[in-house]
């Protein structure tokens, strides 16, 4: 089995100093250190800020608005038609260039994360020996406004589904989001799908709870983003390092060992990952958890079935005798 050795974040403390920050910054140019197999890598460059979507679309947030081209001038008498032939055909053809619809951009409903006021969160490295490249866990988590949520439950009932926060791991960690004072947010579980809403505007953070004697390491997207480097998630980054019977609290991306920009719902056309380029995957939370190399080994979904489907009374009817 092929071992991945890294540094990953531990996190030390989170220490919340936006309420006096009443401007979004924007992402400072040195980022947070990648860290690779066996040493400290180089600080490489933090997260970008979301553009301003002024200046990719018109006026009132609309695509650019594509004005009606002018009418063909009418031919000249002597060219093949008289000018009293052509001025009717030129103000038909004004006409039906003025009836064409505006290629207007459709706004997408529902929320996405959008880059929050710098917050102090320290962290440092640590490291951490994988005992497999491949995480033994992956939890989805899909969030949205109300009546996103009341779509994507096809009316059930909202209170049919309630519950706080999503196992991870086969139960061995918790994930919450919960508002700025620490809440879970209301979440909602329907056919093995994790729902939770939120409020557009809304500070919200990532709370992972190991409930086992294990370190584990958490690597973590929001909308499809690494929420350390701000760049595409992928299974081969580094993460969060969760120790034993302990909560991270995750409220940013990061832009560097001590600061993150906080997470906030907002807009799908304002959010981060809109602004870096695609909003394919606004609205879901990952969480790939990692177990350590030479840690009891965990639970997987293969031995739980087996103990769960366990007969306590296998011989309950008679077999046939061997044949001699």
């Not at 002024?54 to 594509?66: H, I, L, M, Q, V």
Request: glycine share 12%; with cysteine; hydrophobic share 35%.
């Amino acid at each position: 089995m092929r071992t991945h050795t890294g540094f990953s974040i531990l996190a030390i403390g989170l220490l919340a100093v936006g309420c006096g920050v009443s401007e979004r910054t924007a992402p400072p140019r040195t980022g947070t250190p990648a860290a690779s197999s066996g040493q400290a890598a180089p600080e490489a460059a933090a997260p970008e800020a979301p553009a301003d979507s002024s200046a990719d679309f018109g006026e009132e947030g609309f695509g650019p608005t594509a004005s009606a081209p002018a009418p063909p001038p009418a031919a000249e008498p002597g060219a093949g038609a008289s000018a009293d032939e052509s001025a009717p055909r030129a103000r038909s053809e004004a006409k039906k260039s003025s009836s064409r619809p505006l290629d207007i951009e459709q706004e997408r409903p529902g929320l996405g994360t959008t880059w929050g006021e710098t917050m102090t969160s320290h962290v440092s490295n640590a490291p951490f020996d994988r005992a497999s490249s491949s995480p033994f866990s992956i939890t989805t988590i899909r969030y949205n406004d109300q009546s996103g949520i009341a779509a994507m439950l096809r009316g059930a009932e909202f209170a049919d589904f309630r519950s706080n926060g999503t196992p991870a791991g086969n139960g061995m960690l918790t994930v919450r989001l919960t508002d700025a004072n620490g809440s879970t947010l209301p979440t909602f579980s329907n056919q093995g799908r994790s729902l939770v809403q939120g409020e557009h505007g809304d500070r919200y953070m990532i709370e992972l709870t190991n409930q086992t004697a294990s370190r584990f390491e958490a690597v973590v997207t929001v909308d499809g983003l690494d929420v350390i480097d701000g760049r595409p998630g992928s299974l081969a980054k580094r993460g969060y390092l969760v120790q034993p019977f302990a909560t991270v609290q995750i409220d940013g991306f990061r832009q560097n060992m001590d600061q993150v920009a906080a997470f906030r719902f907002g807009s799908v056309r304002g959010s981060y990952a809109a602004g870096k380029g695609s909003d394919r995957n606004v609205g879901v939370i990952g969480v790939a958890v990692f177990a350590e190399r030479g840690a009891q080994q965990p639970w997987t979904t293969r031995e739980i079935n087996r103990r769960e489907s366990a007969d306590p009374f296998p011989g309950r009817f008679a077999s046939p005798p061997i044949a001699r």
